[in-house]
């Protein structure tokens, strides 16, 4: 039997959507891609309220972590970490040799903007990490007003993770002053695995060109000249998947409507978060809720692991805790196509099984 999905990637994946892979294949050289990317990137930077150029990476989106830190740090950069996929945003750094400070904090906290502005504010950074919707912890950081704060600061880059948020949650690239965001689209896309994108700044741009040791494969540049050329990717790119991405975004921008997807991602984390008030805790400050995945704190001790079992009878699976929070915690994802019709059937299921 098919387990429902309601874990934070990959998320659960309609069978309209995975149909719009199955087609005869073409040349990534064709004119049939242009006219895909071309319809892509125009949806694209309509739910990113951008101009900014569009990346279609055909990697995971941790390699679109790995393309920030090798095209837009100049000298050093500040890396603010808060859970699991900031610390390895900041590894990614260290691995590629950038010289990066990391400001810490404890897992299950927010950001607070202050705290940055005291470190930017020193002028030994160009580049600044921040990850928008911490997956591990259920918390969802004010990259707004990050980016406000950081217009202060014209000469530092502001990227951001937002691998598991895009597309469940509203992000204004342009107005707040966002150089380089990436997502992957096995999250609130809920697409299969496989593509990432990012929305990359003039500004962004003009560090890639300058930046050394940028490798080949996630320049910013690469992607560039082949988008100019014929609005193509630079090598082979899954193109089932784009179609598939392109298909997905039609229901997003033009069925659903982007505000509405926003909306329903709320409702549904509203459902989520009123029941684990009800029966558990947040991991999370409950000021930085996520309206994609909620991480419950497992104050009645259950074992996540038998309820995870036994969910799968019923035809569900959600998340343990990530790494040292296994059992301590467990994750519900209320992201993509799921519906608030399936949060309140597995919100019933979890209640009849652990009673
Ligand atoms: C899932 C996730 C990643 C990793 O994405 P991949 O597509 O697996 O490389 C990075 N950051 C965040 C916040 C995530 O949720």
Known sequence: MHKKLFIPGPTEVREDVRKAMDFPMFGHRMPETSELMGSVVEKLQKLLYTENFIIISTSSGTGLMEAASRNCIKNKALHVNCG??????????????KDIDILEYEWGKGIHISDIEEKVSTGKYDTVFVTHNQTSTGVMNPIEEIGEMLKDYPDILFCVDAVSSMAGAEIKVDDWNIDFVLASVQKAFALPPGLAIAAASNKAMERSAEAKDKGYYFDFHAFKKYWDKAKQPPTTACLNLIAALN????KVVNKEGIENRFKRHKEMAGLVQDWTRKNFDFFADENYLSPTVTCVKNTRGISV????????????VISNGYGNLKEKTFRIAHMGDITPDEIKWLLGEIDDIIG
């Open 305 to 316: 692991a038998d309820l995870n079992k036994e969910l799968g009878k019923r035809g569900a």
């Open 247 to 250: 298909y997905q975004l039609d």
């Open 84 to 97: 699991s996929f900031s610390d390895r945003w900041s590894s990614i750094s260290k691995a590629c040799n």
